[in-house]
Antibody, heavy 121, light 107 residues
Framework: EVQLVESGGGLVQPGGSLRLSCAASGFSFSDYEMNWVRQAPGKGLDWVSYISSGGLTIYYADSVKGRFTISRDNAKNSLYLQMNSLRAEDTAVYYC??????????????WGQGTLVTVSS | SSELTQDPTVSVALGQPVRITCQGDSLTTYYASWYQQKPGQAPVLVIYDKNNRPSGIPDRFSGSSSGNTASLTIAGAQAEDEADYYCSSRDYNGISLFGGGTKLTVL
């Protein structure tokens, strides 16, 4: 059974940093691309970042570019999101998601339960 | 920048068919994926690629595409289908996009 478990969320002051982790199990983690997706309270889904299976290809949403860094450790079956210079608008539940893709689509086929990040003074 | 547009709300009578649409330039090149999200739960993928359902998704869910519009159809809506539905696609620059979501009410 595929399992994705996020951790590292919490309350942080504006301008602060947090590092989110996602522990993967039940599948061959190193074979899969991964996404981070967030959802602000009462709002829709918002894609944050993507990383290829080997970590060589990375994309970011414009809203987080230069502040957030995605990474992975395939030996530890783990995905990370380093978040710096946090703003109130970064407050959200952050999900990690496994990606299924081809030349013509990219879908997140398994999701964790999410970890809440609250940016507030 | 690219974006995906969905109707905010759709209603359907129990047992009737319903279609939820998603419009965007990226959909002329890339297939949409569709997600169902119920309150307090993580999203669940219901349709991906041209019209594929993950294991466990009922066959009343189907997807289609024409031009810049992707559609999710529920053949006969059930009470348990009441949820928020999001479309998603990648764009030409590699980033991913989500639509604003459609709240489906089953009457």
């Amino acid at each position: 059974e595929v399992q994705l478990v996020e951790s590292g969320g919490g309350l942080v002051q504006p301008g602060g940093s947090l590092r989110l982790s996602c522990a993967a199990s039940g599948f061959s983690f190193s074979d899969y691309e991964m996404n981070w997706v967030r959802q602000a309270p009462g709002k829709g889904l918002d894609w944050v970042s993507y990383i290829s299976s080997g970590g060589l290809t990375i994309y970011y949403a414009d809203s987080v570019k230069g502040r957030f860094t995605i990474s992975r450790d395939n030996a530890k079956n783990s995905l990370y999101l380093q978040m710096n210079s946090l703003r109130a608008e970064d407050t959200a539940v952050y999900y990690c998601a496994r990606v299924r893709s081809s030349r013509y689509f990219r879908a997140s086929d398994s999701w964790g339960q999410g970890t809440l990040v609250t940016v507030s003074s | 920048s690219s974006e995906l547009t969905q109707d905010p709300t759709v209603s359907v009578a129990l047992g009737q068919p319903v279609r939820i649409t998603c419009q965007g330039d990226s959909l002329t090149t890339y297939y949409a994926s569709w997600y169902q999200q119920k309150p307090g739960q993580a999203p669940v993928l219901v349709i991906y690629d041209k019209n594929n359902r993950p294991s466990g998704i009922p066959d009343r869910f189907s997807g289609s595409s024409s031009g810049n519009t992707a559609s999710l159809t529920i053949a006969g809506a059930q009470a348990e289908d009441e949820a928020d539905y999001y479309c998603s696609s990648r764009d030409y620059n590699g980033i991913s996009l989500f639509g604003g979501g459609t709240k489906l009410t089953v009457l």
